[in-house]
């Protein structure tokens, strides 16, 4: 016969003996995690904040439930769906702890622009840990204070964008981290739901769109990159819509589909040449013209389009100051355009310029040691892989003499 495990009746009983409710850690223990944390759509604010907050505690606890899952298409199904459909004007107040007030939101906003710039710079796992040490030291007891619906409705789209970045952060640290982000990204959706921020769920259906192409799956990525669209419209936020537009014209790219990949990046090109930079969230800022230009830069190369990739490429590799993550990932693009995309090719006769594609993977060895960010190093090691062919020449006996004792031999 199932019995209860002794941590839970231990918790029981001292509800029981107290008259109210007693936690696993309040007894010292480790809170239960069910499988599955994170991936249901919270049917008030309140429940929402409660599964943050086991989320956020079991990730700091390094729990192998989290750390382990994986990430599945049909996650994002719901989760889209209740954000359209469903748009509830609930009571975001509460009586507890502490009371907050605008300062405290404010200062969590701060937090959330420094913690963004770090991961734009170095990659997601530099502040991962910060920022997951900071959520449940300094933000969980703010959410379990005392505070009327309008501050209510800031925390929650406060809290949101850290939960967004939290996503983000571990989508960029390897595909071991891929269900744990997923887990992420629904919450943060949720609260941005409760805090009725249109924009906000815009960028991060975007941000679900992005992990859905890294991924391989191009029909998720689609419809998160459309369906952000639609909130990103009703915002009147031309940034969130513009990276909106391009993330799907990725999603057309990875599929091979250049007429509607090139259809949203008109549509794409069109949202951002009518930005207002004072009308804009600040979190939006770094989705400039730049930023759109690598966009198209990892389009065109999805569809093997030499010449656009060394066209977009070039102009965003000049403008890239502050963002050494995506000077990586732009210039592992422009590096895999002049090597033939397989043994087919290359048997063929396409031509391959190994000293340029070494030349341009040159100019990461600098940047590779400081950041954080798998999909940087995967990246890069493509571009290594395709170079064996080349093995013997000294372009690429010289680079690889730079990037092995920094990342190993490329598998």
Same mark, same amino acid.
């Given at each position: 016969?199932?019995?209860?495990?002794?941590?839970?009746?231990?918790?029981?009983?001292?509800?029981?003996?107290?008259?109210?409710?007693?936690?696993?850690?309040?007894?010292?223990?480790?809170?239960?995690?069910?499988?599955?944390?994170?991936?249901?759509?919270?049917?008030?604010?309140?429940?929402?904040?409660?599964?943050?907050?086991?989320?956020?505690?079991?990730?700091?606890?390094?729990?192998?439930?989290?750390?382990?899952?994986?990430?599945?298409?049909?996650?994002?199904?719901?989760?889209?769906?209740?954000?359209?459909?469903?748009?509830?004007?609930?009571?975001?107040?509460?009586?507890?702890?502490?009371?907050?007030?605008?300062?405290?939101?404010?200062?969590?906003?701060?937090? !959330?622009?420094?913690?963004?710039?770090?991961?734009?710079?170095?990659?997601?796992?530099?502040?991962?840990?910060?920022?997951?040490?900071?959520?449940?030291?300094?933000?969980?007891?703010?959410?379990?204070?005392?505070?009327?619906?309008?501050?209510?409705?800031?925390?929650?789209? @406060?809290?949101?964008?850290?939960?967004?970045?939290?996503?983000?952060?571990?989508?960029?640290?390897?595909?071991?981290?891929?269900?744990?982000?997923?887990?992420?990204?629904?919450?943060?959706?949720?609260?941005?739901?409760?805090?009725?921020?249109?924009?906000?769920?815009?960028?991060?259906?975007?941000?679900?769109?992005?992990?859905?192409?890294?991924?391989?799956?191009?029909?998720?990525?689609?419809?998160?990159?459309?369906?952000?669209?639609?909130?990103?419209?009703?915002?009147?936020?031309?940034?969130?819509?513009?990276?909106?537009? @391009?993330?799907?014209?990725? @999603?057309?790219?990875?599929?091979?589909?250049?007429?509607?990949?090139?259809?949203?990046?008109?549509?794409?090109?069109?949202?951002?040449?009518?930005?207002?930079?004072?009308?804009?969230?600040?979190?939006?800022?770094?989705?400039?013209?730049?930023?759109?230009?690598?966009?198209?830069?990892?389009?065109?190369?999805?569809?093997?389009?030499?010449?656009?990739?060394?066209?977009?490429?070039?102009?965003?590799?000049?403008?890239?100051?502050?963002?050494?993550?995506?000077?990586?990932?732009?210039?592992?693009?422009?590096? !895999?355009?002049?090597?033939?995309?397989?043994?087919?090719?290359?048997?063929?006769?396409?031509?391959?310029?190994?000293?340029?594609?070494?030349?341009?993977?040159?100019?990461?060895?600098?940047?590779?040691?400081?950041? !954080?960010?798998?999909?940087?190093?995967?990246?890069?090691?493509?571009?290594?892989?395709?170079?064996?062919?080349?093995?013997?020449?000294?372009?690429?006996?010289?680079?690889?003499?730079?990037?092995?004792?920094?990342?190993?031999?490329?598998?």
């Amino acid at each position: 016969m199932p019995t209860e495990p002794v941590p839970r009746v231990l918790a029981e009983l001292f509800t029981d003996g107290l008259r109210r409710p007693i936690g696993l850690r309040e007894l010292g223990l480790p809170e239960d995690v069910p499988v599955d944390l994170g991936l249901a759509w919270g049917t008030t604010a309140r429940a929402t904040v409660k599964t943050v907050a086991t989320l956020w505690r079991a990730d700091m606890e390094r729990r192998s439930l989290l750390l382990g899952s994986a990430w599945t298409a049909s996650g994002f199904a719901t989760p889209t769906r209740e954000w359209l459909l469903d748009w509830l004007d609930e009571d975001t107040s509460h009586a507890g702890g502490r009371r907050v007030g605008e300062a405290e939101v404010e200062v969590i906003w701060s937090m !959330s622009r420094t913690f963004a710039d770090t991961d734009h710079r170095l990659g997601g796992g530099y502040a991962r840990s910060t920022l997951v040490h900071y959520v449940n030291e300094i933000v969980l007891p703010l959410l379990d204070g005392t505070y009327p619906d309008r501050i209510g409705r800031l925390l929650m789209a @406060a809290v949101a964008r850290l939960c967004d970045l939290g996503g983000f952060m571990a989508f960029d640290s390897g595909r071991g981290q891929q269900g744990l982000a997923q887990r992420y990204y629904i919450q943060a959706l949720r609260l941005a739901q409760a805090a009725g921020d249109h924009a906000l769920g815009a960028h991060i259906l975007s941000d679900m769109a992005m992990q859905a192409h890294y991924l391989g799956n191009s029909s998720e990525a689609c419809s998160l990159a459309r369906a952000g669209q639609r909130s990103a419209r009703a915002s009147g936020s031309y940034s969130t819509l513009a990276r909106c537009c @391009a993330l799907e014209a990725r @999603a057309h790219a990875l599929a091979g589909d250049g007429r509607r990949c090139g259809d949203a990046m008109a549509r794409a090109e069109d949202a951002l040449a009518r930005v207002r930079p004072e009308d804009e969230p600040f979190w939006i800022g770094f989705f400039t013209l730049e930023q759109l230009h690598a966009e198209f830069a990892y389009a065109a190369a999805d569809l093997g389009r030499v010449v656009e990739v060394q066209r977009f490429a070039s102009t965003v590799l000049t403008a890239s100051d502050g963002m050494e993550r995506r000077q990586v990932l732009v210039s592992a693009a422009l590096a !895999s355009s002049y090597l033939p995309a397989n043994d087919l090719e290359q048997c063929h006769g396409s031509k391959a310029d190994v000293e340029a594609a070494c030349a341009v993977l040159r100019q990461t060895v600098p940047l590779v040691r400081i950041l !954080s960010t798998r999909r940087g190093v995967e990246a890069v090691n493509g571009v290594r892989r395709r170079l064996k062919p080349f093995a013997g020449q000294p372009p690429v006996r010289e680079l690889e003499a730079s990037l092995e004792p920094i990342l190993g031999a490329a598998a």
